[in-house]
């Protein structure tokens, strides 16, 4: 008989594992997978086991392990093997019986719709499924004795626990599962049948309360603890942060110069350094000496002539103050070349100029660009024939109309300065605005953004008009 009870507990955790390992198997890599790769479960217990039955019962004792995996976040199945020892007596009756057990359970995660934490501390779950026992009861009822012989018969199986998570690895269950023991031995668990007939009015009823400890088993590198244990939105949540990180990491600024480093060609400049608009340090005149070293950032030396460590020419080739016509030709030729622009395309030099920042909200120019703005208005000493285009940006904060006023008022600052300050002819300067157009840098608060740029007018450039509703100059908008 026991070789048959075994024959059956091996043919059922066969099957068990069959079934789980389609559950489980998958060559799909993990972040693929609607549920992540997860380990098994292997567990120990032990309790208090008793009958619902004809005779009073003594304390009984019971013991077991099972082997269970999730197959998703609210449903996982479990394996469990079980024996157990009873006895009970009363006036006329006593007896002693030993069963063995095994069912095939599904578990259900009673607490999977919390959210609130990515691993759960505690597990609320129930149980139900089914499987066979075999028991033997030896009896004595009044004068009468004997033995209820051990046979293989099903039964159900239902109950409810509670795991509490100690750790990545181990967890400590408590558990209570009743079983109903189905066929015509179904009231014979304690030898006795008081119902005259074969058997009672109710079956005898196994109970089952089970302290254990559960280890979960499995390359922590590679599976996740359980899935009960997880919240279904903790992959979500991660993803969700990796994006996060890789948008602040795409949009980071380390040097602080105003240009994102994914365009930064150089990622190092010193703090407060002008920088076009690919992160590069200036040098306007192309002689080595980067404009925030340059004395004289805006006079190109002429072939033969040596600048010194402070930008300024050592050896100039004429001593004319100013800048000749020939001059003036030679500084065009020399930026139609740079610019692979030609006299019939372009009569007038494009010029690279730098650009004046300015705080959020704000027209005023700092004290840091006073030297920038002289170098520009020296420049135009030097070429009295040239005519400057001033161009008003801001970022893309705030609404468009006050930005659009913003705009034309750091422009008109700008002009006013090289007008009152250096002595520039207001003619010479043309004012224009684009408000939030034109950003330089993919984000609305860009410092980059919040700017006047410089370029040397063309025949077909003029003044425009302020803003319409344009109101007095007042520190508001962005």
């Known amino acids: 008989m026991r070789k048959h009870l075994l024959h059956t507990l091996i043919c059922l955790l066969a099957l068990q594992q069959g079934l789980l390992a389609q559950a489980g198997n998958s060559t799909t890599p993990e972040f693929g997978l609607a549920t992540p790769r997860n380990m098994w479960e292997i567990g120990l217990h032990g309790g208090y086991f008793f009958v619902a039955g004809d005779v009073p019962q003594d304390p009984g004792w019971g013991t077991g392990i099972h082997i269970r995996k999730a197959t998703d976040y609210f449903f996982s199945i479990r394996?469990?093997?079980?024996?157990?020892?009873?006895?009970?007596?009363?006036?006329?009756?006593?007896?002693?019986?030993?069963?063995?057990?095994?069912?095939?359970?599904?578990?259900?995660?009673?607490?999977?719709?919390?959210?609130?934490?990515?691993?759960?501390?505690?597990?609320?779950?129930?149980?139900?499924?089914?499987?066979?026992?075999?028991?033997?009861?030896?009896?004595?009822?009044?004068?009468?004795?004997?033995?209820?012989?051990?046979?293989?018969?099903?039964?159900?199986?239902?109950?409810?626990g509670i795991a509490f998570r100690?750790?990545?690895?181990?967890?400590?269950?408590?558990?209570?599962?009743?079983?109903?023991?189905?066929?015509?031995?179904?009231?014979?668990?304690?030898?006795?049948?008081?119902?005259?007939?074969?058997?009672?009015?109710?079956?005898?009823?196994?109970?089952?309360?089970?302290?254990?400890?559960?280890?979960?088993?499995?390359?922590?590198?590679?599976?996740?603890?359980?899935?009960?244990?997880?919240?279904?939105?903790?992959?979500?949540?991660k993803d969700l942060n990796d994006i996060k990180s890789k948008q602040d990491m795409a949009l980071a600024d380390s040097d602080n110069d105003g240009v994102i480093d994914a365009i930064d060609a150089e990622p190092n400049t010193p703090p407060d350094v002008p920088v076009d608009t690919k992160g590069r340090t200036l040098d306007s005149d192309k002689d080595g000496v980067p404009d925030y070293k340059d004395i004289e950032p805006y006079n190109p030396p002429r072939a033969g002539e040596i600048v010194?460590?402070?930008?300024?020419?050592?050896?100039?080739?004429?001593?004319?103050?100013?800048?000749?016509?020939?001059?003036?030709?030679?500084?065009?030729?020399?930026?139609?070349?740079?610019?692979?622009?030609?006299?019939?395309?372009?009569?007038?030099?494009?010029?690279?100029?730098?650009?004046?920042?300015?705080?959020?909200?704000?027209?005023?120019?700092?004290y840091s660009d006073y030297g920038t703005l002289s170098g520009i208005a020296q420049m135009l000493k030097n070429n009295p024939q040239l005519k400057l285009v001033a161009v008003g940006f801001t970022d893309q904060t705030g609404d468009e109309g006050r930005n659009k006023n913003l705009?034309?008022?750091?422009?008109?600052?700008?002009?006013?300065?090289?007008?009152?300050?250096?002595g520039i002819g207001r003619g010479r300067l043309i004012l224009q605005f684009r408000g939030q157009d034109g950003a330089l840098v993919p984000s609305v608060s860009n410092y980059m953004n919040r700017r006047v740029e410089f370029r040397v007018a063309k025949p077909d450039d003029n003044e425009m008009d302020p803003p319409e509703g344009y109101f007095s100059r007042k520190k508001d908008g962005y």
């Open 407 to 422: 705009s034309y008022d750091r422009a008109l600052s700008v002009i006013e300065h090289l007008v009152n300050n250096h």
């Open 166 to 237: 100690m750790g990545k690895r181990v967890n400590i269950g408590l558990e209570h599962q009743a079983s109903l023991l189905l066929g015509g031995r179904s009231d014979l668990v304690d030898g006795i049948n008081t119902g005259g007939g074969t058997k009672s009015v109710f079956r005898d009823v196994l109970n089952y309360s089970r302290l254990g400890i559960n280890i979960n088993i499995g390359n922590s590198t590679k599976f996740s603890e359980p899935l009960y244990w997880i919240s279904p939105l903790d992959m979500v949540l």
């Open 308 to 366: 010194d460590t402070d930008g300024v020419i050592v050896n100039p080739i004429d001593k004319v103050e100013g800048v000749s016509e020939e001059r003036v030709k030679e500084l065009i030729d020399i930026a139609l070349q740079e610019n692979k622009l030609t006299e019939s395309a372009s009569s007038v030099a494009e010029w690279f100029l730098p650009m004046i920042h300015f705080p959020t909200g704000d027209y005023a120019i700092r």
């Open 79 to 160: 394996m469990d093997l079980f024996y157990g020892e009873l006895t009970g007596s009363d006036n006329n009756r006593e007896f002693t019986s030993t069963m063995y057990a095994s069912n095939f359970l599904g578990v259900f995660n009673l607490n999977s719709m919390r959210y609130d934490k990515s691993v759960r501390n505690a597990h609320l779950y129930g149980l139900l499924g089914g499987g066979v026992n075999s028991f033997e009861a030896n009896y004595i009822d009044g004068r009468a004795s004997g033995t209820v012989p051990r046979e293989i018969a099903p039964q159900g199986t239902f109950g409810a």
